[in-house]
């Protein structure tokens, strides 16, 4: 007789403990064990979170090397009772440990198939009982996961309308994170639930300071002090909560007929010809916003406008606004407005800007090209990759919670009765109008932090602190994926003939790029590289792109005047005409400005079991290689934090947004 080890642990959140019966069996390339107990005769041996149980599992003769574990729950008394299980760990007769990631929720009468956590290609996993279980693996995943429509020309979505996803989905998602996904109750959190249906409007700029008096922060004080400069409306562009949308303007757009005469003087001695000539003039364009009709909300019609914005980089390195034009086509109803225009004109125009900001940032960079994309890179993961699969192993914490936040955004923000859907300014029919029309705009560069910035001309644009920072952490990310995946793809060869990437690929193409070649994206790999530099970009989409467009929403937008969620009168027409009133009618009413207050506060959220980018508390890998790859990873990360610390000291505003420490792994929130 030969005894194996095995020793079961119990994940350490509230409810991972089971009263079930736990029976685990192994299988091995020779034989496989009989089906045993882990203990639970006494009270000690329960399976308590954060507990680990051990057992002596016999067998005739050693079972050669282990395929695959399985773990059986059973219910005791009936009692239906999830169990949360980390890992498995077995000591072999040979002396080896081979460890069997679990990391999910068992039902209480469910059977799982755990692989070693040795990973392996298709083609490398050659026992047929080895084959069958990887087959059979993606088998129930594909019939459980599906791709369904959410709308006609956006990427596919999970077939799942509520967010308590089955078990073997699920990971460690609770119903408290679903609970706390709510406006309402950040609602009562800012303590501003009794305003969310005064229909008023603010009786002066001022008022707004009282309801912030709890809930305030240094970013949220230097924008309430500083959201109607003009050197702050053009810092947003660069490293606000939308660093996407500007360009170097090499050619005034037609439809922005901005004469030489207007910014006279906005320019130094030079003219607006040398200047755009010389590199310092950009451009913000909202055309994607133009025909959209404003939502209702309240009973009430809100008004959405697409503007032009041009800017001027002064040689002080300053961005700063010339010229704004609120409509897409030119003429007497539509003026360009200027910084020597009246202040209340000037002003008004910014604001027009800044709510035409919120539904580009919020729908386009923030819901599609991180959230939407992530749920894609998700669904192809769990399909496609089987556990033993090295970029399964690599995907998955990139994918942690992404399913289950986006299901809670359908279901609570952008719903007929959503948050957003009731309160914001872009609805109705415009919103997925709006979300097709970005869903066509997509292109594999504009997704890679490198080329984007280069396809926008802005490699050289001065305090650019989310292209500089952007850009470490992109090769940061690069440097790990790149030794993890040529630690297993030792030729391009190899990725030709791994199946399973191939189908992973495809799938992406298909269901998230709409298998629109147009796009650049890939249908199938055929190099290594090719391969490092997509993995590069979905983790990065995840994490540090997530952070940059999400984790600033309230900072920038607890101030509502900076980043008005809905404008309820119609772009003025004329000069001159703009008081204080006019904004202040304009503006959200206080109902609207509370609730979407609340909307922001959620989602910039920080939930207590937030996973920061290199932090891995699964153990997925256990070879030494992809190991110290981790370690590696880790130690550049806290360098760059360190890095990203010492210049935030230098800097009036600093720009923490991309520091590693406050990037999370996946869109969780
Ligand atoms: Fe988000």
């Given at each position: 007789?030969?005894s194996?080890?095995?020793?079961?642990?119990?994940?350490?959140?509230?409810?991972?403990?089971?009263?079930?019966?736990?029976?685990?069996?192994?299988?091995?390339?020779?034989?496989?064990?009989?089906?045993?107990?882990?203990?639970?005769?006494?009270?000690?041996?329960?399976?308590?979170?954060?507990?680990?149980?051990?057992?002596?599992l016999?067998?005739?003769s050693?079972?050669?090397e282990?395929?695959?574990l399985?773990?059986?729950?059973?219910?005791?008394?009936?009692?239906?009772?999830?169990?949360?299980?980390?890992?498995?760990?077995?000591?072999?007769?040979?002396?080896?440990?081979?460890?069997?990631?679990?990391?999910?929720?068992?039902?209480?009468?469910?059977?799982?198939?755990?692989?070693?956590?040795?990973?392996?290609?298709?083609?490398?996993?050659?026992?047929?009982?080895a084959?069958?279980?990887?087959?059979?693996?993606?088998?129930?995943?594909?019939?459980?996961?599906?791709?369904s429509?959410?709308?006609?020309?956006?990427?596919?979505?999970?077939?799942?309308?509520?967010?308590?996803?089955?078990?073997e989905?699920?990971?460690?998602?609770?119903?408290?994170?679903?609970?706390?996904?709510?406006?309402?109750?950040?609602?009562?959190?800012?303590?501003?639930?009794?305003?969310?249906?005064?229909?008023?409007?603010?009786?002066?700029?001022?008022?707004?300071?009282?309801?912030?008096?709890?809930?305030?922060?240094?970013?949220?004080?230097?924008?309430?002090?500083?959201?109607?400069?003009?050197?702050?409306?053009?810092?947003?562009?660069?490293?606000?909560?939308?660093?996407?949308?500007?360009?170097?303007?090499?050619?005034?757009?037609?439809?922005?007929?901005?004469?030489?005469?207007?910014?006279?003087?906005?320019?130094?001695?030079?003219?607006?010809?040398?200047?755009?000539?010389?590199?310092?003039?950009f451009?913000?364009?909202?055309?994607?916003?133009?025909?959209?009709?404003?939502?209702?909300?309240?009973?009430?019609?809100?008004?959405?406008?697409?503007?032009?914005?041009?800017?001027?980089?002064?040689?002080?390195?300053?961005?700063l606004?010339?010229?704004?034009?609120?409509?897409?086509?030119?003429?007497?109803?539509?003026?360009?407005?200027?910084?020597?225009?009246?202040?209340?004109?000037?002003?008004?125009?910014?604001?027009?800007?800044?709510?035409?900001?919120?539904?580009?940032?919020?729908?386009?960079?923030?819901?599609?090209?991180?959230?939407?994309?992530?749920?894609?890179?998700?669904?192809?993961?769990?399909?496609?990759?089987?556990?033993p699969?090295?970029?399964?192993?690599?995907?998955?914490?990139?994918?942690?919670?992404?399913?289950?936040?986006?299901?809670?955004?359908?279901?609570?923000?952008?719903?007929?009765?959503g948050?957003?859907?009731?309160?914001?300014?872009?609805?109705?029919?415009?919103?997925?109008?709006?979300?097709?029309?970005?869903?066509?705009?997509?292109?594999?560069?504009?997704?890679?932090?490198?080329?984007?910035?280069?396809?926008?001309?802005?490699?050289?644009?001065?305090?650019?602190?989310?292209?500089?920072?952007?850009?470490?952490?992109?090769?940061?990310?690069?440097?790990?994926?790149?030794?993890?995946?040529q630690?297993?793809?030792?030729?391009?060869?190899?990725?030709?003939?791994?199946?399973?990437?191939?189908?992973?690929?495809?799938?992406?193409?298909?269901?998230?790029?709409?298998?629109?070649?147009?796009?650049?994206?890939?249908?199938?790999?055929?190099?290594?590289?090719?391969?490092?530099?997509?993995?590069?970009?979905?983790?990065?989409?995840?994490?540090?792109?997530?952070?940059?467009?999400?984790?600033?929403?309230?900072?920038?937008?607890?101030?509502?005047?900076?980043?008005?969620?809905?404008?309820?009168?119609?772009?003025p027409?004329?000069k001159?005409?703009?008081?204080?009133?006019?904004?202040?009618?304009?503006?959200?009413?206080?109902?609207?400005?509370?609730?979407?207050?609340?909307?922001?506060?959620?989602?910039?959220?920080?939930?207590?079991?937030?996973?920061?980018?290199?932090?891995f508390?699964?153990?997925?890998?256990?070879?030494?290689?992809?190991?110290?790859?981790?370690?590696?990873?880790?130690?550049?990360?806290?360098?760059?934090?360190?890095?990203?610390?010492?210049?935030?000291?230098?800097?009036?505003?600093?720009?923490?947004?991309?520091?590693?420490?406050?990037?999370?792994?996946?869109?969780?929130?």
């Amino acid at each position: 007789m030969v005894s194996y080890t095995v020793m079961v642990q119990t994940g350490s959140r509230p409810f991972s403990g089971t009263t079930s019966y736990v029976y685990v069996q192994l299988r091995g390339a020779d034989a496989e064990s009989q089906e045993e107990k882990v203990h639970r005769r006494f009270l000690s041996f329960g399976f308590f979170k954060g507990s680990e149980r051990t057992i002596t599992l016999e067998t005739e003769s050693s079972l050669g090397e282990l395929i695959y574990l399985k773990l059986r729950s059973k219910a005791f008394l009936g009692l239906d009772n999830q169990w949360f299980c980390n890992k498995i760990t077995v000591k072999t007769p040979e002396g080896a440990d081979i460890l069997f990631p679990c990391y999910r929720w068992l039902g209480s009468d469910e059977t799982v198939v755990l692989r070693p956590a040795k990973a392996s290609l298709v083609f490398q996993d050659t026992n047929p009982i080895a084959q069958k279980t990887r087959l059979s693996q993606l088998e129930g995943r594909q019939k459980l996961i599906r791709w369904s429509v959410y709308a006609e020309g956006l990427p596919r979505i999970v077939n799942y309308k509520s967010a308590l996803l089955p078990e073997e989905l699920s990971f460690s998602f609770s119903k408290e994170t679903e609970f706390s996904y709510t406006a309402g109750v950040q609602l009562i959190y800012l303590k501003l639930n009794g305003l969310a249906d005064n229909r008023g409007s603010w009786e002066s700029i001022d008022q707004l300071y009282m309801i912030l008096c709890d809930i305030t922060n240094e970013t949220i004080e230097y924008v309430e002090d500083h959201w109607d400069e003009d050197e702050f409306f053009g810092y947003q562009f660069l490293n606000g909560l939308n660093p996407m949308l500007i360009q170097r303007c090499s050619k005034l757009p037609e439809n922005f007929p901005v004469t030489e005469e207007m910014v006279k003087g906005l320019l130094g001695e030079h003219t607006l010809e040398a200047e755009i000539a010389n590199g310092n003039v950009f451009l913000c364009d909202y055309k994607m916003l133009d025909g959209l009709v404003g939502n209702v909300v309240a009973g009430r019609q809100q008004y959405l406008t697409a503007p032009l914005v041009l800017l001027y980089c002064n040689p002080q390195g300053k961005m700063l606004p010339i010229a704004i034009q609120l409509g897409q086509t030119p003429g007497p109803e539509n003026p360009i407005f200027l910084p020597s225009d009246p202040k209340y004109d000037w002003l008004l125009a910014k604001i027009f800007v800044r709510a035409a900001e919120f539904s580009v940032q919020e729908l386009d960079f923030h819901l599609l090209r991180t959230h939407l994309l992530s749920e894609v890179f998700a669904m192809a993961t769990l399909r496609n990759l089987p556990s033993p699969h090295p970029l399964f192993k690599l995907l998955i914490p990139h994918t942690r919670y992404t399913l289950q936040i986006n299901i809670l955004a359908r279901n609570k923000l952008i719903s007929d009765d959503g948050s957003i859907t009731v309160n914001a300014g872009i609805g109705g029919e415009s919103l997925p109008k709006l979300l097709q029309r970005a869903t066509s705009s997509l292109t594999y560069s504009s997704l890679c932090l490198a080329e984007n910035i280069s396809e926008r001309g802005l490699e050289d644009v001065p305090n650019y602190y989310y292209r500089d920072d952007g850009k470490k952490l992109w090769n940061i990310i690069h440097k790990y994926v790149e030794g993890v995946v040529q630690h297993y793809y030792t030729s391009d060869e190899h990725v030709q003939k791994d199946t399973e990437l191939q189908s992973w690929i495809r799938e992406i193409f298909t269901n998230g790029f709409l298998g629109r070649s147009s796009t650049g994206v890939p249908e199938s790999f055929h190099t290594v590289s090719d391969l490092i530099k997509f993995v590069t970009m979905v983790i990065f989409t995840a994490s540090a792109q997530h952070a940059a467009v999400n984790n600033g929403q309230f900072d920038f937008g607890g101030w509502m005047p900076n980043h008005p969620t809905a404008l309820r009168k119609p772009p003025p027409k004329e000069k001159g005409q703009t008081t204080m009133s006019t904004i202040l009618e304009t503006l959200p009413d206080i109902g609207t400005t509370v609730n979407g207050m609340a909307v922001l506060s959620l989602l910039s959220k920080t939930f207590s079991d937030q996973y920061p980018l290199g932090s891995f508390p699964e153990d997925l890998f256990d070879e030494e290689v992809p190991c110290k790859l981790i370690a590696d990873f880790q130690k550049d990360l806290r360098e760059l934090s360190d890095l990203i610390e010492k210049r935030n000291e230098t800097l009036e505003f600093p720009y923490t947004y991309l520091s590693p420490q406050n990037v999370e792994n996946s869109v969780a929130i």
